[in-house]
């Protein structure tokens, strides 16, 4: 008589077993395997152990054959309250990303802080916005824009009368990116748009007499600059 393979979601380890309450499911966070390495896939039968999930997947419930990895802009968990944390395994489901943070691709067992000078992006071309959850990439922040600290959404613009600096103490400069904040525009120069990546000296025949000027005035006549 042939014997009967345990089903789907379920294993055996036990030799000479005669009826089927031998097979035990495997449980939230594991899988059943026939090789005590991989999980046997979701169809297949006649696995012999139980393995926790692989860092950066899942399962829930009981009688899983498959551990399910972590989509993009998620992170795997074992409490449904954080993320599990890298080099973890058994975890039992996922969570979305919070705003300020990220993954990129699937099978994340933890979501990134987005850095200084960057953004949570959802394409690579434009931040998502500061309450965007499930965000999957960061970038840093565009010309004449800053985020100051870290689990940033969105870059903030410059302002008239600013320019974006990456040091704190300098412009950024001929179109750089990654502004961590914004420094005055010195007596002299100016910036003329809300979006400034530096302050141009007033040209020749005009001037600004204070910081944070958005535009150089003419000199009158009788006056020198």
Not at 141 to 168: A, E, F, L, M
């Given at each position: 008589?042939?014997?009967?393979?345990?089903?789907?979601?379920?294993?055996s380890s036990a030799s000479g077993a005669s009826n089927e309450s031998t097979c035990q499911s495997a449980g939230s966070g594991s899988c059943a395997s026939?090789?005590?390495?991989?999980?046997?896939?979701?169809?297949?039968?006649?696995?012999?152990?139980?393995?926790?999930?692989?860092?950066?997947?899942?399962?829930?419930?009981?009688?899983?054959?498959?551990?399910?990895?972590?989509?993009?802009?998620?992170?795997?968990?074992?409490?449904?309250?954080?993320?599990?944390?890298?080099?973890?395994?058994?975890?039992?489901?996922?969570?979305?990303?919070?705003?300020?943070?990220?993954?990129?691709?699937?099978?994340?067992?933890?979501?990134?802080?987005?850095?200084?000078?960057?953004?949570?992006?959802?394409?690579?071309?434009?931040?998502?916005?500061?309450?965007?959850?499930?965000?999957?990439?960061?970038?840093?922040?565009?010309?004449?824009?800053?985020?100051?600290?870290?689990?940033?959404?969105?870059?903030?613009?410059?302002?008239?009368?600013?320019?974006?600096?990456?040091?704190?103490?300098?412009?950024?400069?001929?179109?750089?990116?990654?502004?961590?904040?914004?420094?005055?525009?010195?007596?002299?120069?100016?910036?003329?748009?809300?979006?400034?990546?530096?302050?141009?000296?007033?040209?020749?025949?005009?001037?600004?007499?204070?910081?944070?000027?958005?535009?150089?005035?003419?000199?009158?006549?009788?006056?020198?600059?």
């Amino acid at each position: 008589t042939d014997c009967n393979q345990c089903a789907a979601g379920k294993y055996s380890s036990a030799s000479g077993a005669s009826n089927e309450s031998t097979c035990q499911s495997a449980g939230s966070g594991s899988c059943a395997s026939s090789d005590y390495t991989t999980c046997i896939g979701a169809n297949t039968t006649g696995a012999i152990t139980s393995i926790l999930c692989p860092e950066g997947t899942y399962s829930s419930g009981t009688e899983n054959s498959v551990c399910t990895s972590a989509q993009e802009g998620y992170c795997t968990t074992t409490n449904n309250i954080s993320c599990i944390g890298e080099g973890n395994n058994q975890a039992t489901g996922e969570l979305i990303c919070s705003a300020g943070f990220y993954s990129s691709g699937i099978g994340n067992s933890r979501c990134t802080q987005v850095p200084e000078g960057s953004c949570t992006s959802n394409d690579g071309l434009e931040c998502s916005g500061a309450n965007t959850t499930g965000t999957s990439r960061v970038m840093l922040c565009p010309t004449g824009k800053y985020s100051t600290g870290v689990g940033n959404g969105i870059c903030t613009d410059s302002q008239q009368g600013y320019c974006v600096s990456t040091n704190g103490s300098t412009c950024v400069g001929n179109g750089n990116l990654g502004g961590k904040s914004r420094i005055e525009c010195v007596a002299g120069s100016y910036g003329p748009n809300i979006s400034n990546d530096d302050c141009p000296l007033c040209a020749a025949g005009k001037y600004s007499t204070s910081a944070q000027a958005n535009t150089c005035i003419d000199i009158t006549a009788g006056n020198c600059g």
